[in-house]
């Protein structure tokens, strides 16, 4: 149940290119980013 949750959350902080791979990694925190926030949150 927690899946979901935590998949959202480390997805929104992933470049797109990272997101949408076939065998995405999901704790390379080395490429997260706020810029998704912040992008969302200027425009």
């Known amino acids: 149940m927690m899946i979901p949750l935590v998949w959202m959350i480390s997805a929104s902080m992933m470049p797109l290119s990272e997101v949408i791979k076939v ?10 980013s706020l810029d998704n926030y912040y992008e969302t949150l200027v425009n």
Do not use: N, R
């Open 23 to 32: 065998l995405p990694v999901w704790f390379d925190i080395s490429k997260w």
